[in-house]
């Protein structure tokens, strides 16, 4: 079936420095790919998203491309900000409008000032 | 202007009780979802509706009971609470055809 498979961390850094958190996926087909982010006591907010191969998603400074050839969709930012300290969760949907949402298992961010 | 809320945000009840959990969404949605999110941070899909009508059970215990009374609201109703239950619960909404999910703030079901 379709999985996605992200780093889980914890990962701490300092402020300013660089981030990438990897993910990578198993579907057929082209599925729509997302980020999501959850900030400490919150829900899920849309981070970006792609729905095509080689589409590049991009918010807040954060990108991440679809990469149909290496099934990866990671996320990158050059510099993290205390304020990006949150759960990030990589996911996917199928291929044909699925109407599910198939998550990793999320990667806690600290960012120290 | 709330897109899509949840009630209640915190819910405490002991085992063996029944407990219902409410979702609207106003964003002119055909498509709402209940998630489960575990201690361990874990997201899954529970149930999915279309236009009041279920599409998705990921093999929920039918102690689940999802209620879509129309295409703005999806309730879930829990029979005979048991401690593994204990989570927190997301509702969301999209078009139809999958398009972008939009999460409510979740509800942190503590069964004691």
Known sequence: GDSVTQMEGPVTLS???CL????????????SLFWYVQY???????????????????????????????TSFH???????????????????????SEKLVFGKGMKLTVNP | DTAVSQTPKYLVTQMGNDKSIKCEQNLGHDTMYWYKQ???????IMFSYNNK??????????????????????NLHINSLELGDSAVYFCASSQVGGGTQYFGPGTRLTVL
């Open chain 1, 15 to 17: 402020e300013e420095a």
């Open chain 1, 20 to 31: 990438t958190i990897n993910c990578t996926y198993t579907a057929t087909g082209y599925p």
């Open chain 1, 40 to 70: 400490p006591g919150e829900g899920l907010q849309l981070l970006l998203k792609a729905t095509k191969a080689d589409d590049k998603g991009s918010n807040k400074g954060f990108e991440a491309t679809y990469r149909k050839e290496t």
């Open chain 1, 75 to 97: 996320l990158e930012k050059g510099s993290v900000q205390v304020s990006d300290s949150a759960v990030y969760f990589c996911a996917l949907t199928p291929q044909g409008g």
């Open chain 2, 38 to 44: 575990d201690s361990k941070k874990f997201l899954k």
């Open chain 2, 53 to 74: 009508e279920l599409i998705i059970n990921e093999t929920v215990p039918n102690r689940f009971s999802p209620k879509s009374p129309d295409k703005a609201h999806l």
